[in-house]
């Protein structure tokens, strides 16, 4: 494995570097210190070919110009929306900044942490390579409480096999629900419609949502709806839902497998968290083309955001997203790349 430090460009009057880790087979990631964002991923396909799969820019203006996509990005504090201007913990209410339609909270707000600068330190392995990304966010940023250390350490191995730890620690009680926001198309970022992939996602039950996209109730079961991906199926339709993962939350568990016929790549995901997001890019039409001139084209991408369920911290019968002061927010989610 090797690390690769490059400049990519700068913002804010503040360099931003590009991380690259590169594996045995010439698979790759690189990393941006803004946002913390996955720019490439090159994974081979069955016959060893290798292509980038995910979508992204050229140049950080790109990123900064593009307020829709959140392509590639960390998200936080809280990935998903929240309803109703905030939340209330102990007692005590919390306003937040209201970025979606003027009465949703979306993806951490107007400069949540896909639009930071993260301090990155690399940490070669053996037969695999790490970057920790750093960031202090205090009290109040968005309006969410507590000063927050943040902590996303991305691991890639020898085994085309990603996996993000999320940490953080808060000096009074809050609420945090990290994710990352990266568009996979296996046949490349640049290969087409992603509706005859094929998914199968570990989930009985999903949120029926509303116009605003919020939760209508309580999980439903996906039997014998369209929501129901017990089993390998083309996507076949667009989807921007959350889907409960079977088992506890907790504990590192299979949530879904991707597989794309045509290239034969696939991805196999593991969380410890209660739910994730499968959102197919139907809004995925910004002007700022991706990498090499790639215009974006809605359902050319699907995202998988392992996180808690939308609107958490005002639902008390979901798992809760609840940090202690003093207490420690630690999380794993693995992306693992193969063929067949
Ligand atoms: C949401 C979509 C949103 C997209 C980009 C996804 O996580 O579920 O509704 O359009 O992010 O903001």
Redesign the pocket.
Known sequence: MSIEKKLFGSYGGKDVFAYTLTNRVGAALTILTYGGIMNRLLVPDRNGRLADIICGFDRVEDYVADR???TGSI?GRY???ISGGGFSINGKRCSIALNEKGVCH??GGNVGFNRRLWDAEALPGDGKDSLALTLFSPDGEEGYPGNLFVKVTYTFDDDCALTIRYEAESDCDTVLNMTS?TYYNLNGYDGGSVMKQELCLNADRYDAVDEL?LPVGEPASVEGTAFDFRKPRPIGQPY?HNFVINGEPGSLRLAGKACDPESGRTLTLYTDLPAV?L?T???MNGPTCFKGGVPQRPLHAF?L?TQYSPDTPNRPYLPQCLLKAGGKYDSTTRFVFGTV
């Open positions: 829709a996509s959140y998200i990935g998903n929306r979306l993806h926001h996209l921007d997001q959102y890019a139907e809004f995202c955001e």
